[in-house]
């Protein structure tokens, strides 16, 4: 495997007792990791890895996705979010509507 480019880290709300509490475990979160995963191999996009990470704490904007080494945040994320993503990432410009 070559060293990605992009990493994309899905919040999966966990916190340090190991449970998922928060609101993007609630909105499904885990399962945008498989639709990523999917959608970057249908796009031929390699370079892009895809991790689940603790709680974020933007609770208010879950499900909440980071992509690095960018550093763009989203909120609100949804498999139609995802395409604008990787549309974003495959255009080298970031998708619109960043948290700020």
């Known amino acids: 495997m070559q060293k990605p480019k ?3 880290f899905v919040c999966g709300s966990f916190r340090v007792a190991g449970e998922a509490k928060g609101a993007c475990a ?6 945008l990791i498989q639709y990523i ?15 689940s990470t603790g ?8 499900p909440v996705v980071v992509v ?6 989203y909120g609100g994320v949804d498999e ?5 993503i990787l549309d974003g990432i495959e255009s ?3 998708a619109s509507g960043q948290l700020a």
């Not at 609630?26 to 399962?31: G, H, Q, V």
């Open 37 to 51: 995963e999917s959608e970057a191999s249908d796009r031929d996009l390699d370079n892009v890895l895809v991790s």
């Open 55 to 62: 709680c974020l704490n933007l609770c208010d904007h879950g």
């Open 92 to 94: 080298g410009t970031p």
């Open 26 to 31: 609630r909105k499904d979160s885990t399962a």
């Open 80 to 84: 139609a979010r995802i395409d604008e």
């Open 68 to 73: 690095y080494p960018e550093g763009n945040w």
């Open 6 to 8: 992009h990493h994309i």
